[in-house]
């Protein structure tokens, strides 16, 4: 067992951890911020792509020990007291999710390219994407919410909830 | 008011933007606290009798809580999955875990419940199973050999077939030219991005079973039936689902398992599967080998179509009605006075199939619009002129089919005329000819598709329910994957009483709550459950109305909604209203609800045109896809935000499937690409983006005159790429290329033609 210190979304958490766990399913069972989500065994699908300590990271493939006295900001930290991330504003304006699985890793990959490069061609975001797997809605509008979020950087006010169903 | 055409952004967006969703691995609850988790151990081999079975290591390793073997599951009934064939007699069947044998590479065996989530890996390595191995069925053509057989007591491999005695070869006799061909729609992964998962617990009385499924309600009487408990002692669970494409319609025999565990233990298990074992265990599509044959004259006119199917049903059929669906739309949306379709159903050593995207139709119209390109060919017509002079006329719906389908309404033409006028086609063949004359090493081919497919049919249920506070929830049969059913449903509502969308609340996918309901597949749930909750939705209307009358103290001819702002107005004094919250107060139970059911008796007939212009290079065989066109007709769109991305998702999942994905195995039976890192899954790199035109002929077959759209896609784009490719390869002399056209199979047939048309005759 190894002791870790990390800090998640701005809350630091101490543990006893196996060396060998990884450093997704530590963050999906220890603080349980399960909007981090396993798509695959073998790092192809993105879906758990997290950002630690200022680097895209597919948390699949990195351990937990590996972030000990890091930091790490999932997509579950975007959203800042009730002002939207563009990437989530985008996404939702250019229904770029529709069962929503691999969204939070694409809109983590997405985030990592645009800081790298703020004013990517469509070209440039559909290869930058290119390890991020998503089913269901065949990237188009993906491209377009990424490419959006750059044209407008600016967080907004995350849009009224609905009646929403609840999971028990 | 009518919400239709309104582009409406998705109420469940919030949620899955800032939390990530709740998809049964990520469910927290008090009931799956300390939960066991599951791991299975599955067959390495594809054929093998077991010979011994020890879990005695496993078992003593720390944290192992129970290892079960087919032994403990003696006794109880075998699952009876969605559709079971009813051809397959008491043969083929498939159990629970295996126990004697053997029959595809990731067949459970054993599982083992831990404490920990990793010690399940390492308890699973140390459960012994000895495996005499036997010779693998690969493939189709090798299971109609009967050499080796799957089920020695069956006989044979052959698990059923239909109508193929009544082919009649005088039909193509009046045929100037007759083309023939056997072509492969191979085998493909369904992948949704999140596998299978399974949570349960059994409090001693019920059980609760959470499942990644496409309809609760299956899984909980497919649960009742195979683990002989009645169904009311089990609740079923659906939350969100990260994808389903067919291969989650129900619950099948891995995540019976997991319930089974859960009641035998007694111990709250949870089981998400890896992507490694979710590319051999899930199920599977397409798989299919055709043998198409067609006939015409010489003017364009298609005389007579044959079509004759080898399903490859994997190890063991769990559905009867893929190869049936495939014959009944045969002869997609032409006229053709003679046509001929049957099927035979194989079993093979490998991952069994089951309904994904299209689910018989794809098929069905990848083997007529490639007939019919091969027919354009060798008559030398342009392949959208026999196209146009063989679809049936807009005029002749409803149309009945040679095959027996009734097509409720349809405009195939026009569709066609669409796509070839926003594509530009003329200019899309001077281009090809102008690379051609060039000797451009990247050729163009253009490739189209007129399709018309099968949805709905059956019925639905909706429970509609306003409170004194003036909110609406609406229970709905038809869960969602992804598609947007809450939106959709609270536009729905909205439409009808009033009430804006944020104070309507959609729930589906708890047994509990919606006991009675179908589910989410065939593209049937705009149809059937939008309809259920339409029709919902007017009768609380209507008894609203009495109320507001009584209320008011006029007769009910004279009150009015107002659905801009949800109140109930005297016709001519406005000044006198109730709110939607004071008429459901005044009812006596502070409500006014709607519990219905609807159904319609026929299915509806979606059709559209796609037309696909790509890029080969002759030196490498790398096709890309430039541009991708299509009228997709659905009838009238509720939500064209939610249609389109519905589009969107089954082109990409057409292209993939012709120019990537295929699931592959050795002699031995053992699949050679069960990872990402090796299916080629399609990512945003591949893609153009797609160019769609709108089309709205409405059927008469619901009150809402929608038909279903979530196949569309992929059904219209398999055939106009596959016909692309080819197209950019014709003046080679390439006739025909068997799908995944993959750079390596492109370049073969591309130097297979050049040494044919190199050798002297
Ligand atoms: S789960 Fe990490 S890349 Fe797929
Ligand atoms: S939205 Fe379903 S996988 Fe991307």
Redesign the interface.
Do not use: K
């Given at each position: 067992m190894n002791r870790i210190s990390v800090n998640v979304d701005g809350t630091t958490y101490e543990d006893e951890v196996?060396p060998?766990?990884l450093l997704v399913?530590y963050l999906?069972?220890r603080p349980?911020l399960?909007?981090?989500?396993?798509?695959?065994?073998?790092?192809?699908?993105g879906?758990c792509t997290v950002d630690l300590d200022g680097a895209s990271v597919k948390s699949c493939s990195v351990l937990a020990v590996q972030a000990d006295g890091g930091e790490v900001t999932t997509?579950?930290g975007?959203?800042q007291d009730g002002e939207?991330h563009p990437l989530?504003r985008s996404?939702?304006?250019r229904?770029a999710?529709?069962?929503?699985?691999?969204?939070?890793g694409m809109?983590m990959a997405a985030r990592d390219l645009l800081r790298h490069n703020p004013d990517p061609s469509?070209e440039e975001?559909?290869?930058s994407?290119?390890?991020?797997?998503?089913?269901?809605?065949?990237?188009?509008?993906?491209?377009q919410a990424v490419l959006a979020a750059a044209a407008a950087p600016d967080s907004v006010t995350?849009?009224?909830?609905?009646?929403?169903?609840t999971?028990? | 008011m009518s919400a239709f055409g309104t582009r409406m952004?998705?109420?469940?967006?919030?949620?899955?933007?800032?939390?990530?969703?709740?998809?049964v691995?990520?469910?927290?609850?008090p009931e799956l606290r300390g939960a066991a988790y599951v791991t299975f151990v599955r067959s390495p081999v594809a054929h093998a009798v077991i010979t011994r079975i020890d879990t005695s290591r496993a078992r003593a390793h720390p944290g192992v809580v129970a290892v079960y073997t087919a032994t403990d599951l003696t006794g109880l009934p075998a699952p009876q999955p969605f559709g079971r064939p009813a051809h397959s007699g008491g043969f083929f069947a498939e159990l629970l875990l295996a126990g004697e044998k053997v029959r595809f590479v990731g067949e459970p065996v054993a599982v083992v419940l831990t404490d920990a989530?990793?010690d399940g890996r390492d308890a699973a390595e140390l459960v012994d199973v000895e495996y005499r191995r036997l010779p693998a069925v690969v493939g189709p053509a090798e299971a109609l050999l009967d050499e080796t057989l799957l089920f020695e007591e069956a006989g044979t491999n052959l698990a059923g077939q239909r109508d193929r005695d009544t082919y009649d070869d005088t039909v193509f006799d009046e045929a100037d030219v007759v083309v023939e061909r056997e072509i492969v729609n191979h085998r493909v992964a369904c992948?949704?991005?999140?596998?299978r998962a399974t949570a349960a617990v059994f409090d001693g009385t019920r059980l609760t079973v959470w499942h990644s499924s496409q309809n609760a309600q299956r899984c909980r009487s497919t649960l009742a039936e195979s683990l002989g408990i009645p169904s009311e002692a089990i609740r079923v669970?659906v939350?969100?689902?990260?994808?389903g494409?067919g291969a989650k319609i129900g619950i099948d025999r891995d995540a019976i398992v997991v319930a089974w565990a859960a009641w035998r233990s007694g111990r709250a298990v949870r089981w998400?599967e890896?992507?490694?074992e979710n590319l051999v265990a899930m199920t599977q599509g397409r798989a299919q080998l055709n043998r198409i044959k067609l006939g015409g004259r010489r003017d364009g006119t298609i005389t007579a179509y044959r079509l004759d199917v080898v399903q490859d049903a994997g190890a063991y059929p769990r559905t009867s009605t893929l190869a049936p669906v495939t014959c009944t739309m045969a002869p997609g949306v032409y006229d053709i006075p003679h046509v001929q379709s049957g099927y035979r159903v194989v079993v093979t050593n490998a991952t069994p199939v089951n309904k994904y995207r299209g689910a018989g139709r794809p098929e069905a119209t990848a083997a007529i619009e490639r007939a019919v390109d091969l027919f354009a060919a060798e008559i030398g017509m342009d392949p959208a002129e026999v196209r146009r002079r063989n679809v049936i006329a807009a005029d002749a719906f409803p149309f009945r089919s040679a095959t027996g389908a009734c097509y409720d309404s349809g405009e195939y033409g026009a569709a066609l005329d669409r796509a070839l006028g926003a594509a530009a086609y003329p200019r899309l063949r001077a281009e090809q000819a102008a690379r051609r004359d060039s000797g451009c090493v990247k050729v163009l081919g253009i490739g189209m598709s007129v399709y018309v497919e099968m949805t709905g049919g059956g019925g639905e249920t909706a429970k509609v329910t306003v409170d004194g506070k003036g909110?609406?929830?609406v229970l709905t049969g038809s869960s969602t994957?992804?598609?947007?059913h809450?939106t959709a449903w609270?536009m729905l509502v909205e439409a009808e009483l009033g009430i804006p969308?944020?104070?309507?609340?959609?729930?589906?996918g708890d047994t509990d709550l919606i006991p009675k309901a179908v589910g989410t597949y065939s593209s049937r749930s705009l149809q059937l459950g939008g309809s259920a909750v339409h029709k919902a939705a007017s009768d609380v209307r209507s008894q609203a109305r009495r109320h507001a009358a009584g209320l008011l103290g006029v007769r009910e001819s004279d009150v009015t909604l107002d659905v801009g702002s949800g109140t109930w107005h005297v016709a001519d004094d406005p000044g006198r209203f109730l709110t939607w919250g004071q008429v459901a107060d005044h009812t006596g139970t502070a409500s006014i609800c709607a519990d219905v059911e609807f159904a319609s008796d026929r299915p509806t007939f979606p059709f559209g045109a796609h037309l696909s212009a790509v890029e080969v290079d002759t030196e490498t065989g790398m096709v890309t896809v430039l541009r991708h066109v299509t009228v997709d007709d659905a009838g009238p769109i509720l939500n064209p935000?939610?249609a389109?991305?519905q589009?969107?998702?089954?082109?990409?999942?057409g292209i993939a499937q012709v120019l990537f994905e295929e699931v592959r195995y050795d002699a031995d039976g053992t699949p050679l690409n069960a990872?990402?890192?090796d299916y080629g899954?399609v990512?945003?790199?591949d893609?153009p983006?797609?160019e769609l035109e709108a089309g709205e002929t409405p059927t008469d077959v619901n009150p809402l005159g929608v038909k279903g759209i979530g196949e569309a896609?992929t059904i219209g784009s398999i055939p106009a790429v596959q016909n692309a490719v080819i197209d950019a390869l014709a003046h080679l002399g390439v006739r025909h290329i068997d799908m995944p056209m993959t750079p390596g199979r492109v370049w073969a047939a591309i130097r297979e033609a050049d040494a044919e048309r190199r050798s002297p005759r």
């Open positions: 196996e060998r766990l399913h999906r069972d349980a399960t909007g981090t989500q396993i798509g695959c065994d073998t790092g192809n699908c879906a997509l579950q975007l959203a939207w989530q996404f939702h304006e229904h999710l529709q069962c929503g699985y691999c969204t939070p809109i469509p975001v559909r290869y994407l290119r390890g991020n797997l998503c089913r269901c809605t065949g990237y188009q509008n993906i491209v995350a849009p009224a909830a609905g009646g929403e169903q999971w028990p | 952004n998705r109420v469940e967006d919030r949620r899955l933007l800032t939390s990530g969703g709740v998809y691995d990520d469910l927290r609850v989530r990793y992948v949704p991005m999140e596998g669970i939350p969100d689902v990260g994808g494409f998400a890896s992507r490694a909110q609406a929830t994957q992804g598609q947007g809450h609270a969308v944020d104070r309507i609340t959609v729930v589906h935000v939610l389109e991305g589009r969107h998702g089954g082109i990409a999942q990872t990402l890192a899954a990512a945003a790199a893609l983006d797609f896609g």
